[in-house]
C-alpha cells in the first residue's frame, strides 16, 4: 500500500496518465531500476524479491480482490442496455474465446520455432486458453474515458466481466489434457458437468445471492448497513460460490448486475444512500486496480526471460491480436444479418480486448511440466503490452475514427 500511494503519486504529479495504467508504469521503471542498480548493490533486488515473493498473486486475485472488481464493475452497468446486446455478448463470451484459443494456440505452435522454442500443441493451446479472455480489470477503467460508441462498449465491457467463466472451463479442461497426456482419458461427461458447475452453476448462484441481498436491502434505508450488507455478500458469496464448486467470477457479475439494477435503479431508495453505496465500491475498484497494476509491475523480478523469450513474447503480440480480431471479425459477419454494427467494431473491439492480472494469475497457476518457464514470461509480455499500448491508445484510435466520420458519436 505504501508503493501504490507511492507510484499513484508519482503518476499524478509527473506522468498524468490513467490511473492503472500510469501506476503499472511507474511500478515497472522503479522494478527495472532496482535490477540495474542490483548489479552494484545487490541487496536492493534481494530485499524487492522478498516482499514480492511473500504474495502468491494467484491467490490473491483469484481467490481475494477479483470477486470485488467484478462485482463493483457489475454494479455500474446498464442492464436494460446489456440486454439489448445479449445475443452478440453471449457469443463474444463463448465462441469468440473458444476461436481465439484454438486461433492463438495454432499458430503460436508453429511461430515458436523461428526463435528455436517449442512447446507441445497442447500447451500452445493452453496459453491460447488463458490468454484470450478479456480482462474486465483491465477494460472497464479505461473504457470510460475512451469516449467509444455505446453499443460497442457494451459488447466490450459485458463480454469481459462474462467470458471469464468460459475462459477458466476451457483453461481447466485443456489443463486436464496436458496433465494426463492422453486426451482419450478425459470423458466428454466431464467436460460437460465442468460447463454446468460453473457457469450455469455461478450464474444461478449469483441470483439467488443477488435476490436475498436485495430483499435485505429494501428492508431498511442506511447506506452505513447497506455497504456492510453487500460487502458480507462478495467476501461471503465468493467463498461460498468457491467451496460448492460453482463459478465464483460469475456469481459476483451476476448478483452485482441484479443488485445495481434492480435494488438501486428500479427502486425507491433514497438517493443519497445509493450514491455513498455506488462510492463506496467505485473506491474500492480504484483501490483494487491499484493494488493489482502495481504487483504486475513488481512481478518482474521473479520472472526470468531470456532472449529466446523475449523475442516469444514479441511475436506472441501480433499473434495475439489477429486471433482476437479473426474471432470477432467471424462472429461479427454472421451476426450482422440481425443486430447492426459499425464499420469499424471488429478493429476497435480488437484494440478494446486488454488482458490483464487474469491471464498471468491463470499462467502461474500451471506447474513446471507445462511448459512455465515459457509460458509465464510470454503472458507478462503480451498483458504488459496490452495494457499499455492497447489501453493507452484506444482513446486516440476512437478519437481518429469519430474525426474521420468512421464511427458513430
Not at 57 to 78: E, T, Y
Amino acid at each position: 500500500m505504501v508503493l501504490v500511494s507511492f507510484f499513484g503519486y508519482l503518476n499524478f504529479r509527473f506522468l498524468k496518465l490513467q490511473n492503472s495504467i500510469g501506476i503499472m508504469i511507474v511500478s515497472i521503471l522503479f522494478s527495472m531500476f532496482i535490477i540495474v542498480i542490483s548489479i552494484y548493490f545487490p541487496a536492493f533486488i534481494k530485499f524487492q524479491k522478498s516482499i514480492v515473493s511473500t504474495i502468491d498473486f494467484q491467490k490473491l486475485l483469484l481467490n481475494g480482490i477479483l470477486s470485488f472488481m467484478l462485482f463493483a464493475g457489475a454494479l455500474h452497468l446498464d442492464f436494460n442496455q446489456l440486454k439489448t446486446q445479449k445475443w452478440n455478448v453471449l457469443a463474444f463470451t463463448t465462441l469468440g474465446v473458444i476461436l481465439s484459443t484454438a486461433f492463438v494456440g495454432v499458430i503460436l505452435y508453429y511461430a515458436l520455432g523461428w526463435v528455436g522454442l517449442s512447446m507441445p500443441i497442447i500447451h500452445c493451446l493452453l496459453f491460447g486458453a488463458l490468454i484470450s479472455p478479456t480482462d474486465p480489470v483491465a477494460v472497464i477503467g479505461i473504457l470510460k474515458k475512451a469516449g467509444i460508441n455505446k453499443t460497442v462498449e457494451i459488447n466490450i465491457v459485458g463480454e469481459s466481466l462474462f467470458n471469464d467463466g468460459i475462459g477458466v472451463v476451457i483453461f481447466l479442461t485443456l489443463l486436464q489434457f496436458a496433465s494426463v497426456g492422453n486426451t482419450e482419458t478425459i470423458a466428454l461427461s466431464g467436460i460437460i458437468k465442468l460447463i454446468f458447475l460453473e457457469v450455469i452453476g455461478g450464474i444461478a448462484f449469483g441470483i439467488i445471492l443477488g435476490r436475498i441481498t436485495h430483499r435485505a436491502i429494501m428492508k431498511i434505508d442506511s447506506y452505513e448497513t447497506e455497504v456492510l450488507i453487500t460487502l458480507g455478500m462478495v467476501m461471503g458469496g465468493y467463498a461460498l460460490a468457491e467451496k460448492l464448486g460453482v463459478s465464483g467470477p460469475l456469481t459476483m457479475v451476476v448478483s452485482g448486475l441484479l443488485i445495481g439494477n434492480k435494488t438501486y435503479s428500479e427502486s425507491k431508495k433514497r438517493t443519497d444512500t445509493q450514491s455513498y453505496v455506488f462510492k463506496f465500491w467505485e473506491l474500492i475498484d480504484i483501490l483494487c486496480n491499484a493494488i493489482l497494476f502495481v504487483l504486475i509491475g513488481l512481478e518482474i523480478v521473479l520472472i526470468s526471460f531470456d532472449k529466446q523469450l523475449v523475442l516469444a513474447g514479441f511475436i506472441a503480440i501480433p499473434i495475439v491480436i489477429l486471433a482476437r480480431y479473426l474471432s470477432v471479425k467471424v462472429l461479427v459477419n454472421s451476426l450482422k444479418k440481425w443486430e447492426p454494427f459499425g464499420s469499424k467494431t471488429s478493429l476497435l473491439m480488437t484494440w478494446g480486448g486488454l488482458r490483464g492480472g487474469i491471464s498471468i494469475a491463470m499462467a502461474l497457476s500451471l506447474s513446471k511440466a507445462t511448459s512455465w518457464d515459457i509460458i509465464v514470461p510470454i503472458t507478462y509480455i503480451v498483458v504488459v503490452f496490452s495494457i499499455i499500448v492497447q489501453g493507452l491508445s484506444l482513446g486516440r484510435l476512437v478519437a481518429f475514427f469519430k474525426k474521420s466520420n468512421k464511427i458513430k458519436t
